[in-house]
Nanobody, 123 residues
Framework: QVQLVESGGGLVQPGGSLRLSCAASGSIFTIDRTAWYRQAPGKERELVASITSGGSTNDADSVKGRFTISRDNAKKTVYLQMNSLKPEDTAVYSC?????????????????WGQGTQVTVSS
């Protein structure tokens, strides 16, 4: 299986920046898509941004122009650069990966979640 480890969260003032990392490890053949989600207290989890193995990205309207998702295939790591942070960006950010692995003579599909990292935007 695949393990995802997030890092880079913390406390930042409004207008500041943070870069989140999501590092994958395990028996992976390909990672087809990696996405960042966030969940604020009392709210539903929402998709923030996603990136495919081919590099196609998708951003939520609320973060367009402020957040950028990117990936380093060699390091099996996906990044979320967050600029111009606002208090409403405060949430637990989690990464999710859809991947393929080899088992029993066939390629199988799986999905995995990281443990989440807290981002707090406050003065």
């Amino acid at each position: 299986q695949v393990q995802l480890v997030e890092s880079g969260g913390g406390l930042v003032q409004p207008g500041g920046s943070l870069r989140l990392s999501c590092a994958a490890s395990g028996s992976i053949f390909t990672i087809d898509r990696t996405a960042w989600y966030r969940q604020a207290p009392g709210k539903e989890r929402e998709l923030v941004a996603s990136i495919t193995s081919g590099g196609s990205t998708n951003d939520a309207d609320s973060v367009k122009g402020r957040f950028t998702i990117s990936r380093d295939n060699a390091k099996k790591t996906v990044y979320l650069q967050m600029n111009s942070l606002k208090p409403e960006d405060t949430a637990v950010y989690s990464c999710n990966a859809d991947f393929k692995y080899w088992r029993g003579g066939a390629f199988l599909s799986g999905t995995s979640w990281g443990q989440g990292t807290q981002v707090t935007v406050s003065s």
